[in-house]
DNA sequence: CACGCATACTCATGAAAGTGACTAGTCACT
DNA sequence: AGTGACTAGTCACTTTCATGAGTATGCGTG
């Protein structure tokens, strides 16, 4: 039950229409959390059913109604409840992890080929988030942004969005270096 | 559909029995891969219905009885299969980012326990898989090991899982340091 | 000698997440 | 005039995940 909190988060700092939040979460922009268009939708229409959020109906002229949604003050306090009890820690949950656990009985070659795929997304999505970090805090230097800056809730999780596919590049990048070293090694031998 | 080769994965290098993978796969000891006992006695009766393991009964005197399995070469074609196939990458999902996301409108001591709590755990499990990195690499350097080692795959995942633990916790350490630093400004002014 | 804890599992149920397909209009390009 | 991409969503369905409880035995600790 952590969608509708990451809906509600998405939400605070400005009015988005279903739409928009739905590009927010889908795959490679979302720095916190990721869901489908589906998901999001159904969230949203529980949400406002509840009344932690509310909907009101933009009409648009060259392109179908939108409706926007802001958060509630009962959604707030629902958020700081949230909030207040411990989090429970995720676990790294990846297809490519469970590739390499196996390693040793694969190819080396599919798994080379695997590695510098997740490499090379890897290395696509950090750049993205350090592009979005950079519009954050605008002429600023980061200390000082950090510092006085307007928002900093999604500047710290789109760092850490970062730093996480950073880690999976070089990740990537030592495994696919220890997968040939072994294979010279065992070509020697 | 990838706990399925999580579990075939945990039994390419041991024969183990059912209690000693959801051991494995128990939270807090996972490297690669987490789930719930039931899933794992649940996926293993399927593969084993699929012929992608094979099990045997152990007759145990002072506890009961138990079953050992092993992948067979069904199951190792199966995972070949699966590794040939693109991964698909997985993304952040942490209650935590979510909190840290809406920052600016929660209650910054409330938040500030939130990442305590959780910079205290990614220590203690970065700990963890650092004693499990030095057990399997054993009298050995590190460089050497991964050359000339006998099984590099859940070392490699098992790094994986310190560094993203250690990501985690200097996050943490980092947003408390912004979140009080602001507090502090905010009091000056 | 009662209590909790470890081994070794199973069953039932519900909540959450993911997948595919589908509507319907606008815009730009070919 | 047709194609695909973008906006803005909805419906139906399945898989996966999580929870709580239950069974049975033995072992050590206070």
């Given at each position: 039950?952590a969608?509708?909190?990451?809906?509600?988060?998405?939400?605070?700092?400005?009015?988005?229409?279903?739409?928009?939040?739905?590009k927010?979460?889908?795959?490679?922009?979302?720095?916190?959390?990721?869901?489908?268009?589906?998901?999001?939708?159904?969230?949203?229409?529980?949400?406002?059913?509840?009344?932690?959020?509310?909907?009101?109906?933009?009409v648009?002229?060259?392109?179908?109604?939108?409706?926007?949604?802001?958060?509630?003050?009962?959604?707030?306090?629902?958020?700081?409840?949230?909030?207040?009890a411990?989090?429970?820690?995720?676990?790294?949950?990846?297809?490519l992890?469970?590739?390499?656990?196996?390693?040793?009985?694969?190819?080396?070659?599919?798994?080379?080929?695997?590695?510098?795929?997740?490499?090379?997304?890897?290395?696509?999505?950090?750049?993205?988030?350090?592009?979005?970090?950079?519009?954050?805090?605008?002429?600023?230097?980061?200390?000082?942004?950090?510092?006085?800056?307007?928002?900093?809730?999604?500047?710290l999780?789109?760092?850490?969005?970062?730093?996480?596919?950073?880690?999976?590049?070089?990740?990537?990048?030592?495994?696919?270096?220890?997968?040939?070293?072994?294979?010279?090694?065992?070509?020697?031998?």
């Amino acid at each position: 039950m952590a969608l509708r909190h990451a809906v509600l988060a998405a939400l605070l700092d400005e009015e988005l229409s279903g739409y928009q939040v739905t590009k927010a979460f889908a795959a490679g922009v979302a720095n916190f959390w990721h869901a489908l268009p589906q998901q999001v939708y159904a969230e949203l229409a529980r949400l406002e059913k509840e009344g932690l959020v509310a909907g009101r109906e933009v009409v648009q002229v060259a392109r179908p109604n939108k409706r926007l949604f802001r958060v509630t003050g009962e959604g707030l306090a629902e958020l700081e409840s949230f909030a207040s009890a411990a989090a429970k820690p995720s676990f790294l949950r990846e297809d490519l992890l469970v590739q390499v656990q196996a390693a040793d009985h694969l190819d080396t070659d599919v798994l080379i080929d695997r590695l510098t795929e997740r490499y090379a997304f890897a290395e696509a999505k950090a750049a993205l988030f350090e592009e979005q970090l950079r519009a954050m805090r605008g002429e600023r230097g980061e200390a000082e942004f950090l510092l006085h800056g307007a928002r900093v809730g999604p500047y710290l999780t789109c760092r850490r969005g970062r730093d996480f596919e950073r880690a999976n590049r070089d990740w990537c990048r030592d495994a696919v270096e220890v997968l040939r070293a072994r294979r010279e090694a065992r070509a020697d031998s």
